[in-house]
């Protein structure tokens, strides 16, 4: 009798134990995460490495994008490089960033849809020819089917980019 005690208390013991090893709090991964992929042209409309043109920040970086000649116009070659954003869920707040290119500056604001706290959207964007001053874009409608494959999300061509005047906002 005193036997079994002893292994049931020696269990519990060991069992606590591990109890107070293992981590106290498990994260687990409730969304994939959105991305926001930006073409980047030059002034005669070229599609260009933006890493001489775009300084990353934040939750931004320069990718490779695959199968480009697919969905961009005159992207000349398979790989093209790209700045991409990315937000945990999805973007709570639009997209803004400045661009330089040969001493201009070009400010542009991407207008992400309101979605669901958890809720993921995956965009790519075309650029226009390189212009000194501030665009934005509206990403709150579908946009194109991507030839390139869903993964990258839905195709807004540069036709969808409006001048704006940054005084009256």
Same mark, same amino acid.
């Given at each position: 009798?005193r036997s079994s005690f ?40 070229n599609v260009i490495d ?29 790989? !093209? #490089? ?16 400045? /661009? %330089?290119?040969? *001493? ?15 809720? !993921? #959207? ?16 509206? /990403? %709150?409608?579908? *946009? ?26």
């Amino acid at each position: 009798m005193r036997s079994s005690f002893m292994k049931v208390l020696v269990l519990t013991i060991f069992a606590g134990a591990l109890l107070c090893l293992a981590p106290l709090s498990v994260r687990a991964q409730i969304c994939p995460g959105s991305s926001l992929r930006y073409v980047v042209r030059d002034e005669q409309g070229n599609v260009i490495d933006p890493s001489g043109v775009f300084e990353p920040k934040r939750s931004a970086d320069i990718d490779e994008l695959k199968d480009a000649s697919k969905v961009i116009k005159v992207a000349g070659t398979e790989k !093209t #490089r790209v700045i991409e954003w990315r937000g945990m869920c999805n973007f709570r707040e639009p997209v803004n960033e400045s /661009l %330089t290119l040969n *001493g201009k500056v070009m400010n542009v604001t991407f207008n992400t849809p309101r979605v669901s706290q958890y809720a !993921t #959207r995956n965009f790519l964007v075309d650029s226009l020819p390189f212009r000194e001053g501030s665009y934005e874009i509206d /990403l %709150t409608s579908e *946009g194109e089917e991507n030839p390139a494959g869903a993964w990258l999300g839905n195709f807004y061509p540069a036709k969808g980019w409006k001048k704006i005047n940054p005084a009256t906002r």
